[in-house]
Nanobody, 126 residues
Framework: QVQLVESGGGLVQAGGSLRLSCAVT????????MGWFRQAPGKEREFVAG???????TYADSVKGRFTISRDNAKNTVFVQMNSLKPEDTAVYYC????????????????????WGQGTQVTVSS
């Protein structure tokens, strides 16, 4: 059974930083695209950042230049470093793994992911 466990969320002041981790068990992440999504209260889940099997990354315009996604295949873990946080970044952040390996599926499309973590809360105070 594949499990994704996020950690690193919390309360931070605007302008601060957090680093989220996503530890994966039950399957190697090597070869799989991985992504981070978020959902704020009353809003739909939205794409934040994604990284393909080669390490190429893509970001939502709202976080570009502030967030950095990375992966450590040896540790089976994906990270997102979040800097210059804003109150509008407040949300539950979810890690996700794509449904098939060695593909070039769109990292931004949540339908391409079949396994999700339970989420970690990020709250940015003004």
């Amino acid at each position: 059974q594949v499990q994704l466990v996020e950690s690193g969320g919390g309360l931070v002041q605007a302008g601060g930083s957090l680093r989220l981790s996503c530890a994966v068990t039950g399957r190697s992440i090597r070869g799989y695209g991985m992504g981070w999504f978020r959902q704020a209260p009353g809003k739909e889940r939205e794409f934040v950042a994604g990284i393909n099997r080669s390490g190429d990354s893509t970001y939502a315009d709202s976080v570009k230049g502030r967030f950095t996604i990375s992966r450590d295949n040896a540790k089976n873990t994906v990270f997102v470093q979040m800097n210059s946080l804003k109150p509008e970044d407040t949300a539950v952040y979810y890690c996700a793994a794509q449904a098939a390996s060695y593909t070039d599926w769109d990292l931004r499309n949540s339908s391409n992911y079949d396994t999700w973590g339970q989420g970690t809360q990020v709250t940015v105070s003004s």
